[in-house]
């Protein structure tokens, strides 16, 4: 009977045993799917946020189009291009009910277009970025071996054999970057190379570049353009007096460096814009007290007086 009465016992013990581990899954589950589900209404809040960024930077580009005068910089230049210097236009972190987001603006003129760029062009911008010649000609090589469609090897370039001899995580993909931080695996590119030119590149936009925005590494990665030229092109940018076409800009320099660059015309002209065309808008969106943050990037383009949302992706 004790034996009975123990052997009882001992079955409840385990029962209670199992009804607790059964109670602390299923609370640990309960517990997993409301954070996931709190995760999910924070995370769409500061997209929702985020999306009122790019619908504020929308209204604004569009009534700069309509009223170009309508800044304090009201002056002749903004007439002839409204868009002209969009990074001083927003900046301020804006408050929506409890959600906030901030908006940054960029002419996406101002920098070199990575799935537009020939191997040249790369490669300038790698020399005026001050890397060595032979590494900055193997990188560019990589980068179009990166991005074509076949897996034939430039002279001293990188294909799939390569990177799997060499133990790579990421093969190349045979088309044209989906993301700039994929270039962190293209072979020579290291975190410090990475650093170095990543503020000089986008994936947006049509490749013109803005000779009136770009900055000076960009400037020399264009074809024909020499020290002088761009010296030339940044005094009119600092004394506010933009440059209008590449005959301008030709009828500036010296006889020999002017022939240089007119002998360049018929690849530059499709190559360079002299006004803000296309907007990058960067807007940045969250709740209060979340940590959660989602970034929305748009891509405006100017067509007669509108502007035009033709780009949207979300991180």
Do not use: C
């Amino acid at each position: 009977m004790k034996s009975e009465r123990g052997f009882a016992l001992l079955a409840a013990l385990w029962l209670l045993v199992a009804l607790s581990v059964v109670g602390l899954e299923l609370g640990f589950r309960a517990r997993e799917r409301r954070l996931s589900a709190a995760n999910a209404i924070e995370s769409a809040r500061a997209t929702a946020a985020a999306d009122a960024g790019i619908a504020d930077a929308h209204a604004l580009l569009a009534d700069l189009l309509i009223r170009p005068g309508s800044t304090a910089r009201g002056d002749l230049d903004r007439a002839l291009n409204p868009w002209g210097g969009p990074e001083v236009l927003l900046g301020d972190t804006v408050t929506l009910e409890r959600n906030r987001y901030v908006v940054r603006l960029s002419d996406a003129g101002a920098a070199l277009n990575l799935r537009r760029a020939d191997e040249e062009q790369l490669r300038r911008l790698f020399a005026a970025l001050r890397i060595d010649f032979g590494k900055a000609d193997r990188l560019a090589q990589a980068i179009m071996d990166w991005q074509d469609g076949d897996n034939l090897h430039r002279a001293r370039g990188a294909e799939q054999d390569d990177y799997l001899a060499a133990g790579a995580a990421v093969l190349p993909e045979n088309r044209p970057f989906e993301h700039l931080r994929d270039l962190r695996h293209v072979m020579g590119m290291t975190s410090e190379l990475y650093a170095l030119v990543r503020p000089y590149l986008t994936l947006l936009g049509t490749g013109q570049v803005n000779l009136n925005a770009a900055p000076r590494p960009v400037l020399l990665a264009l074809p024909g353009m020499s020290e002088r030229s761009v010296d030339i092109v940044l005094r009119h940018r600092s004394g506010r007096r933009p440059l209008r076409s590449l005959e301008e800009l030709a009828n500036e320099l010296p006889t020999q460096p002017r022939a240089a660059l007119q002998s360049h015309f018929p690849q530059l002209l499709p190559l360079v814009a002299f006004e803000t065309r296309e907007v990058v808008a960067t807007s940045d969106g969250w709740a209060d007290g979340s940590r959660l943050h989602a970034v929305v990037t748009g891509l405006f383009a100017r067509g007669g007086s509108h502007a035009f949302l033709i780009a949207r992706s979300v991180e």
